[in-house]
């Protein structure tokens, strides 16, 4: 069994760590990561907790297959209940850390209360102590990695931190490891610096040892290595244009929201494209991508390393911005390009060196910032109180509120409570683009039906990452359907949703299932951990994952009702490409995706579906 057994359980408010047996049964039933931390979270907070209070709770959690030689096995998850949504949070990162923890012994770290002073915890292998951090405190993510490894004088100490953006209370704060790396969205973050927790340094040299057949989980990592390396996506689109290769086929099909979801396609989509990023600048003759870059174990390697204009109007007079560094993923590209009509890339890459460098999650900051320049262009927002002129397709807007953002100052402020509060104070709630007030991600729900159903019903709020029904609807993976139809769809949601569970909860990459299913993962389960891991037992793991996560969410007073999307996706047609002329058609499918999920028609679980998962 590839389980280390062992959890860390921290008492911020009494400052102890103490170490406990994992629950092996929970561990069985719900696998690990985002399943089994999430075990821990319901059964030991309240649902109706204030998220910002001592009384929630923050895990850091791996997988089973974490730290192992399975490909893209680096995954860990960070689960509390989001200050942004109210909701359960779940937020998953790559990098080196979650392997790290893993090697160091432990499934899985618990904190609790809080701390009167700021503090970070060490771990080397089974010694773990909480550590004062003030001296850390107002210090960027990469000023922090930095201090720990010359202060704990080992370089490859591997560091889960916030920044500036966790410590002033910006909602959808991120967890951030290995420089560029995030558990990015719900606030993560923000949990933690409600903690005065900075960082979490990890050194772990015990290993991963106790695979349960370790001749026979070699073959089949190495059978399903095969299949991502000759996989036309996991094995050549995502390796050479990273997740930006999307950019230009989404705007294809009509399904790229621009300007805050008023569009559905976008005149400067190619010059923010991965095509683009690879592409020698006019002003210095280089590109801005340099290389990709692979997570700990990943054979896929979509992370990009760019390299910035050091000329350019954001970074000219700040040459710690000249180095390589993260580059453009496709959903920031989006949220901080398409969303508020801008296609300086340069001015797009320096957004994403500070959401990284402070922690901040580029898509709610980037698709919050398309409902502050929709506001001033109707006259709301003045320049006077938003301190810039803020049209979109500005530049210049979105680099300097960005800087306010992570900082805390002025309009940045507002801009840090989410788009749902801010357009709410200011009159227009419809013009949050966000369900369950977590902010969409780059695909519009008119265009690509399935994918607002699955907005709407995601348990953590707006989220492709839950049901990534775009690989059916736009690539055909594993079958194509029809984006424009929304008959089907509720199904397909819903197997997406469970199929997500299981991918997550074992410590491996929601992108590996551009090549595996189910089918996939199970011999791997079987090898590593027991062979009760067939595919109907996945599957029924994720359903369980899944509905478990919803009973938290409506112990805390969600309803039917917050399983919506705006006005604007319901009402307003597209006005260009294949989706012209249609809306979302949520009330159609909403029904049927309850009745496929064995829910009443309020979205309750029935008793039936309850006994059959072992809720």
């Not at 953006?165 to 610096?193: C, F, I, P, Q």
């Not at 359907?481 to 997550?504: I, M, R, S, Y």
Request: overall charge neutral.
């Amino acid at each position: 069994m590839s389980w280390a057994g062992k959890i860390l359980r921290v008492n911020l408010t009494a400052g102890t760590v103490t170490s406990e047996p994992l629950n092996m049964q929970w561990a069985e039933s719900y696998l690990g990561s985002r399943g089994l931390g999430s075990k821990y979270l319901t059964s030991e907070v309240n649902p109706k907790v204030d998220p910002l209070s001592p009384d929630n709770k923050i895990i850091w959690a791996t997988g089973p297959l974490t730290g192992t030689m399975a490909s893209t096995g680096g995954r860990y998850t960070v689960i509390t209940k989001s200050p942004l949504t109210g909701a359960i949070a779940c937020s998953n990162s790559g990098g080196y850390w979650g392997a790290e923890l893993k090697m160091a012994g432990w499934d899985m770290v618990i904190f609790e209360g809080k701390s009167p002073k700021p503090v970070y915890l060490y771990i080397n292998d089974d010694v773990a102590e909480l550590r004062d951090a003030t001296h850390l405190w107002g210090k960027s993510v990469w000023e922090t990695e930095a201090m720990l490894k010359k202060g704990l004088q080992d370089p490859l100490m591997r560091v889960s931190s916030i920044g500036k953006a966790g410590e002033n209370g910006v909602l959808y704060a991120a967890v951030v490891n290995d420089l560029h790396r995030a558990a990015g969205r719900s606030g993560v973050g923000t949990v933690m610096g409600s903690k005065n927790l900075k960082a979490i340094a990890v050194r772990g040299t015990i290993g991963v040892g106790n695979i349960r057949d370790p001749k026979a989980f070699m073959k089949v990592t190495f059978e399903k290595k095969k299949i991502l390396h000759d996989n036309a996506v996991t094995g050549q689109g995502l390796p050479k244009f990273g997740t930006q290769v999307l950019m230009n086929v989404i705007n294809e099909v009509g399904g790229l929201p621009t300007r805050n979801h008023q569009d559905v396609q976008f005149e400067g989509a190619k010059d923010i494209s991965a095509e683009a990023m690879a592409t020698p600048r006019e002003t210095d003759g280089k590109a801005q991508l340099l290389t990709n870059q692979a997570c700990f174990g990943c054979t896929i390697a979509c992370g990009r390393i760019s390299k910035m204009d050091a000329g350019h109007f954001t970074v000219a007079n700040k040459p710690q911005y000249w180095g390589a560094s993260g580059g453009l993923e496709y959903e920031a590209a989006w949220a901080l390009g398409a969303a508020n009509g801008v296609k300086d890339l340069e001015a797009l890459q320096y957004a994403t060196l500070i959401c990284n460098e402070e922690g901040i999650d580029p898509i709610s900051f980037g698709a919050t910032i398309g409902a502050v320049m929709e506001l001033y262009e109707m006259g709301v927002l003045t320049k006077e109180q938003v301190g810039i002129e803020a049209r979109f397709g500005s530049a210049q807007a979105l680099a300097f509120l960005v800087e306010e953002t992570v900082n805390g100052r002025g309009f940045g402020k507002e801009i840090g409570q989410g788009s749902k509060r801010l357009t709410a104070k200011y009159g227009h709630p419809d013009l949050s683009m966000s369900s369950k007030g977590q902010e969409f991600p780059a695909y519009d729900g008119r265009a690509i039906q399935g994918i607002g159903l699955a907005y709407a019903t995601s348990n953590r709020g707006g989220c492709h990452l839950r049901g990534y029904t775009i690989a059916s609807e736009v690539l055909g993976i594993p079958v194509k359907t029809d984006p424009l139809e929304h008959e089907g769809k509720p199904e397909l949601v819903k197997a997406f949703q469970d199929a997500t569970a299981a991918f997550d909860s074992s410590g491996l990459c929601v992108f590996t299932t551009f090549a595996w299913g189910l089918a996939d993962l199970a011999p791997q389960l079987q090898a590593a951990c027991g062979e009760q891991y067939t595919t109907e037992e996945l599957e029924k793991i994720g359903e369980r994952i899944w509905n478990m996560e919803r009973e938290f969410n409506n112990a805390a007073g969600f309803t039917k009702a917050d399983d919506s999307l705006p006005k604007r996706l319901l009402t307003e047609a597209a006005k260009t490409g294949p989706a012209k002329g249609k809306v979302n058609m949520l009330a159609e499918m909403l029904p049927k995706y309850y009745a496929a999920r064995g829910w009443d028609a309020e979205g309750v679980p029935t008793k039936a579906t309850r006994e059959r998962l072992g809720l």
